[in-house]
Each structure stands twice: as structure tokens, then as C-alpha cells.
């Protein structure tokens, strides 16, 4: 197994009114020796907003402001703008979140040039009711029974997770988005492709757009895209959460697959336990006990550092050797049997 440092809590709330509940799930942008964190900020009434320090290295904090650093504009968002993830594609970066309304929860988009000045894309992921998912995906192979547990009688399904590629793949932007329980992955030329026809055709032959489906019994329950994917010489490092649900309710842990570099589509390796899961008190206690949800990584040297929700309460750091971690995916990957060629 890798080995895994718990490097402890970067940043806790506050008792400014923008981050009085809870601080979690940042995005993360690494600019040389400095680390951006965009982290979900929650006040009264479960209200978020995005809130921004800067770090010093990996773990000391250099800046932070007092004032949100973006806060709800549209009625799409109203009741909240959380679990921000980032990327940078062709001098843009991609800042992806998921946009409450009171309702529905959605992956919506802001752009930047500078990182400093948003602009506001709209929802992205597909809008669609649970009715209208079951008529267009009727004919296709079986779907996993858990998407009828999960979004049965919902007026529009919850689409989460929303997380960019950090560049195009065969000239395309790709994204990852979770309608439970599995992962789905989408590409297009430009964001102005994802109208009706689009998504109708998507449903149709939904069952091509899954990336990841749960397969170990620390991910039973269900997935989801976690830090934006890593590109490395031997393939996509995907950093997901995977979830149990267990007596007490579900448990969370941070979990690691590699993905082909020209077809993501194409699982090259999966660790069969979690990278890492709740077991230190602010993992374990907390405004959703038992929750370890990363969305943001820098690398230092060979050390990556893991940014998550530690219980949906603060944000906490974990570090792994990159060396290391890539080592035990190749031998997995190496370990697997050929398959079976028929005459």
C-alpha cells in the first residue's frame, strides 16, 4: 500500500459572517512556490459562497481574505456556490462548481483570464428530469439500478462533481460530471455544443459516457470526480471519491484510478483501496461525519499534496510521493491478466 501523510488542517472557519459554519472543498491552483485555494464557505442556513486564501508553499498561509472572493449573482445559484474545482485550458482559467438553487444542484462554470475578474457561464451539465432520463435511456444495455435508487421522482437530476481536464483531448474539452452513482465524462469543441440535442443524444447512448462506475467495497455506494485529473507520462491520474454506506451513514475516502492520455474511457489501473479515508477526529466528527472529499492538489518535488473537506467542516492536507503512488498503478496495471483472445 502507499504510504500516506495526513499533513493535518490547513484552514478552519471563522467567525466572519460569509464562513461561520464551515470551510471546505477548495480549488486549487498552483502557481510556483504560491497555492490558490478557492473553498467553499458556508454561513447561515447552509448559504455558500467562495472564499480565497493563498499559501506559501504547501502548507502555510500567506493571504486571506476577509470578504467573499465570489458570492451568488443568478437565481441559479442563489442559495449557493460550492465545491469550486480549477483548471487552466488555453490561457482560460476554468473555475467549475456546482450551483444551488434551493432544489437542484448543478455544475455551472466562471471563466478567467487574470484569476482575479469571473465571468459567470451558466449551468453546463445537463438539465434533465428522471422521467425524461428513463424514457431516453430505456433501450440501452441495463443501467445500474442504484440511478433509479438515487434520482427516482426527481423534477431535475443532481449533477455534481462537475471537474475539467486540464487541456483538450484530441482537440476537444473534456469534463467529468457525476449523476449517481457513477462518473459520466463529456467532450465537445466549445461549451455553445451543450444545448437539448446534445444531451438528447447523450442519454441515448448514455451508458458511453460512463468513466467510472463503483467496483471496490470502499466505493460500493457510489463515485464521483474528485481533483482535477493529472497528466503524467503514463496516463491520467484521477484523483475521485468513493463511497460506503455503512450502518452510521456513508462514509467518504479519497481514491485513485489512471486513465489512458488519448482515451480516459480506458481504465489502466485502480487502487483497490482507498488512498486514504476519515480516521482522525476532524474526519471522523463533524457537520457530515466520516468525510475525507479532495478537490485540489499541488506538487512539490515528487511530493503531491492532497487538498479535501475533512467532515464537510474544514480543509485538511494529505501528501503522498507521486514515485510511489505511480509505482503501485503500473504494477496493478502490469499485475492484470491478458484477456482472452478467441480463435
Not at 467518504?252 to 488512498?275: G, H, M, T
Not at 474544514?314 to 509505482?327: F, K, P, Q, R
Request: aromatic share 12%.
Amino acid at each position: 500500500m502507499v504510504e500516506v501523510k495526513k499533513e493535518g488542517i490547513i484552514l478552519q472557519t471563522s467567525s466572519l459572517d460569509f464562513e461561520n459554519e464551515s470551510v471546505l472543498n477548495p480549488a486549487v491552483w498552483q502557481d510556483g512556490n504560491k497555492v490558490h485555494l478557492f473553498y467553499r464557505a458556508v454561513h447561515d442556513n447552509n448559504q455558500s459562497c467562495i472564499g480565497y486564501c493563498r499559501l506559501d508553499g504547501p502548507l502555510t498561509i500567506e493571504q486571506k481574505n476577509n470578504t467573499p472572493f465570489l458570492t451568488p449573482k443568478f437565481d441559479y445559484e442563489k442559495h449557493g456556490m460550492e465545491d469550486p474545482r480549477i483548471v487552466k485550458i488555453d490561457d482560460v482559467y476554468y473555475l467549475s462548481y456546482v450551483a444551488f438553487d434551493g432544489a437542484n444542484a448543478l455544475g455551472a462554470l466562471a471563466t478567467s483570464t487574470d484569476l482575479v475578474n469571473f465571468e459567470r457561464q451558466g449551468i453546463i451539465v445537463p438539465q434533465i428530469s428522471y422521467a425524461d432520463f428513463d424514457r431516453l435511456t430505456a433501450h440501452e444495455p441495463v443501467l445500474n439500478e442504484k440511478y433509479l435508487r438515487y434520482n427516482r421522482g426527481a423534477n431535475i437530476l443532481a449533477d455534481k462533481d462537475f471537474v475539467f481536464f486540464p487541456r483538450r483531448i484530441n482537440g476537444k474539452l473534456t469534463f467529468l460530471h457525476r449523476i449517481k452513482p457513477d462518473i459520466q465524462i463529456t467532450s465537445v469543441t466549445g461549451l455553445t455544443e451543450l444545448n437539448n440535442v446534445f444531451w438528447e443524444q447523450y442519454f441515448r447512448h448514455f451508458d458511453k459516457h460512463i468513466l467510472l462506475a463503483p467496483k471496490y467495497p470502499h466505493e460500493v455506494s457510489y463515485v464521483g470526480a474528485g481533483c482535477p485529473p493529472i497528466e503524467t507520462e503514463h496516463g491520467w491520474l484521477l484523483i475521485y471519491h468513493g463511497v460506503k454506506d455503512m450502518v452510521k451513514g456513508y462514509e467518504y475516502s479519497c481514491c485513485v484510478a489512471l486513465l489512458d492520455l488519448d482515451n480516459p474511457q480506458k481504465e489502466i489501473a485502480r487502487l483497490p483501496y482507498p488512498l486514504f479515508k476519515p480516521e482522525l477526529p476532524y474526519e471522523l466528527k463533524g457537520d457530515v461525519d466520516d468525510v475525507c472529499f479532495p478537490t485540489g492538489t499541488a506538487l512539490f518535488g515528487d511530493r503531491l499534496y492532497i487538498y479535501y473537506g475533512a467532515a464537510d467542516e474544514l480543509i485538511a492536507c494529505a501528501s503522498v510521493s507521486l514515485t510511489a503512488l505511480m509505482d503501485e498503478l503500473i504494477s496493478i496495471a502490469n499485475s492484470k491478466p491478458a484477456p482472452l483472445h478467441h480463435q
